[in-house]
């Protein structure tokens, strides 16, 4: 009983206490506009500040005329070349791209069939996490938040590393290339431990094998009768692919940055931009689209009835259905505009698989859901922001396809997004030079101090 009232009087005292800040801690929008600052780091036309340069990716979503921004087709590179021809030419040759593509986002062209198979043979040898580390850092301190998980495993491996400060290229690159093998095992012990602890499930651990690219590894990890198909294996490699990396300003790239800025080492910036991403704002949307998309599911009858799934899609912009926060999940990015080449690739690969798995109808009423909502989001909000479906849209519903579990939706894209963090992170440590330090312009209130017994 006595603790039942602590705990009441505790809550009471949180809401004085946030009661006290609101009234004493007040910015307002206005005010941001008379100082001229970009919120956000963002221009009045929504286009980021610029914050530095690189080499490692090109986003592209808008064309700048007269000063107007003009929506135009999304494209992606990746050290200049189109994201679209590197899926292209993997198809083609009928063969996994992640680790192609990490090569590529660390050391600028494309590698020679020598060197892909090297970074296949380092991704495998650095897999195994170190010894005990599982036991000691995992098992013994389950989660139920797998991103999480992964942010505090990372920073735990600094204590395993005999020589973690060290900022030297060669040593970052070792870091690198140990960090890229290891997420997927992270992810999946962190899994497991938290099916058997939280969920009451059994959970297993499978060997590695040699001859697995890393998409192939986390399906081996993840089915407990470690078979699947090699189409689905293809299928969760362009998924990795197309997450590996989208430019220096996301915001979890953009942490990288900064927090490698300060010289600090490889395991805190990383931990860092797994926490970024867990956010729903990043990484966090294709677990919000989930959600979303399973009410409108519950909610909408007929899921051919146009009308009738417009009218919710306007719900949920009213704020009258959905997590109440009035945002399409999936739809409309900070740079794309007319498409988001990565939903346009991974609809058109999902459309096969879906009908095999019997998701056919399921997928056409995400691809419902992305017709009508830009014309619904402008209705509701009269905005005429040009808005289209997002990666997080479709790889929800991709994952789910592949069987990979709801708790690995955000995880999936750390595993793949750490490629990307390390190129920046090298690129910053060799090129940028300066520690980054925006300004913030004081509104002091202009009291005194005053003795304590004089305060009211």
């Known amino acids: 009983m006595r603790r039942l009232n602590n705990e009441s009087e505790t809550s009471t005292t949180i809401q004085e206490l946030c009661q006290e800040y609101r009234e004493n801690n007040v910015i307002t929008k206005e005010e941001y506009q008379r100082h001229r600052v970009k919120r956000g780091l963002r221009n009045d036309d929504g286009t980021g500040v610029m914050a530095g340069l690189t080499h490692v990716c090109n986003v592209h979503g808008y064309l700048i005329a007269d000063g107007d921004k003009i929506p135009d087709k999304g494209r992606l590179t990746y050290r200049g070349i189109d994201i679209?021809?590197?899926?292209?030419?993997?198809?083609?040759?009928?063969?996994?791209?992640?680790?192609?593509?990490?090569?590529?986002?660390i050391f600028g062209k494309l590698p020679n069939r020598r060197q892909f198979d090297r970074m296949c043979k380092l991704l495998y040898d650095n897999r195994e996490l170190p010894e005990y580390?599982?036991?000691?850092?995992?098992?013994?301190?389950?989660?139920?938040?797998?991103?999480?998980?992964?942010?505090?495993?990372?920073?735990?491996?600094?204590?395993?590393?005999?020589?973690?400060?060290?900022?030297?290229?060669?040593?970052?690159?070792?870091?690198?290339?140990?960090?890229?093998?290891?997420?997927?095992?992270?992810?999946?012990?962190?899994?497991?431990?938290?099916?058997?602890?939280?969920?009451?499930?059994?959970?297993?651990?499978?060997?590695?094998?040699?001859?697995?690219?890393?998409?192939?590894?986390?399906?081996?990890?993840?089915?407990?009768?470690?078979?699947?198909?090699?189409?689905?294996?293809?299928?969760?490699?362009?998924?990795?692919?197309?997450?590996?990396?989208?430019?220096?300003?996301?915001?979890?790239?953009?942490?990288?940055?900064?927090?490698?800025?300060?010289?600090?080492?490889?395991?805190?910036?990383?931990?860092?931009?797994?926490?970024?991403?867990?956010?729903?704002?990043?990484?966090?949307?294709?677990?919000?689209?989930?959600?979303?998309?399973?009410?409108?599911?519950?909610?909408?009858?007929?899921?051919?009835?146009?009308?009738?799934?417009?009218?919710?899609?306007?719900?949920?912009?009213?704020?009258?259905?959905?997590?109440?926060?009035?945002?399409?999940?999936?739809?409309?990015?900070?740079?794309?505009t007319v498409s988001d080449p990565r939903a346009v690739i991974l609809r058109t690969k999902a459309a096969a698989l879906a009908e095999e798995k019997g998701y056919g109808e399921k997928l056409r009423l995400y691809e419902t859901v992305e017709r009508l909502a830009p014309a619904a989001f402008q209705r509701v909000t009269g905005n005429s922001k040009v808005i289209s479906a997002n990666v997080d849209f479709y790889s929800g519903l991709i994952y789910e396809m592949l069987g990979i579990p709801e708790d690995l939706f955000t995880p999936m894209f750390a595993v793949s997004r750490i490629a990307g963090w390390c190129a920046h992170r090298i690129e910053e440590l060799t090129t940028g030079g300066r520690i980054?330090?925006?300004?913030?312009?004081?509104?002091?209130?202009?009291?005194?101090?005053?003795?304590l017994d004089q305060r009211e």
């Open 84 to 105: 679209e021809d590197i899926v292209a030419g993997c198809e083609a040759e009928d063969r996994f791209g992640f680790e192609e593509v990490a090569w590529l986002l």
């Open 436 to 451: 980054m330090r925006p300004a913030y312009r004081a509104l002091p209130v202009g009291q005194r101090y005053l003795p």
């Open 133 to 336: 580390f599982p036991e000691d850092m995992i098992i013994k301190a389950p989660s139920k938040n797998i991103m999480n998980k992964l942010a505090r495993s990372v920073l735990a491996l600094y204590s395993y590393d005999d020589d973690p400060d060290d900022q030297s290229l060669e040593n970052n690159m070792r870091q690198s290339i140990s960090l890229i093998a290891r997420m997927p095992s992270i992810m999946s012990y962190a899994y497991q431990v938290k099916r058997r602890h939280f969920d009451k499930e059994s959970m297993f651990f499978h060997p590695y094998e040699p001859g697995h690219c890393t998409a192939e590894a986390i399906l081996n990890a993840l089915r407990p009768d470690r078979k699947f198909t090699r189409e689905e294996a293809k299928l969760l490699d362009l998924c990795m692919v197309l997450h590996a990396e989208h430019g220096g300003g996301n915001n979890s790239t953009f942490t990288t940055r900064v927090l490698t800025s300060a010289g600090t080492d490889i395991y805190s910036a990383i931990a860092a931009a797994v926490g970024s991403l867990k956010g729903y704002k990043h990484g966090g949307a294709n677990h919000r689209v989930r959600l979303m998309m399973g009410e409108l599911m519950d909610q909408v009858s007929h899921w051919d009835d146009e009308e009738e799934v417009e009218r919710y899609l306007e719900k949920i912009l009213r704020k009258e259905a959905g997590d109440g926060s009035g945002l399409l999940y999936g739809m409309g990015h900070a740079i794309y």
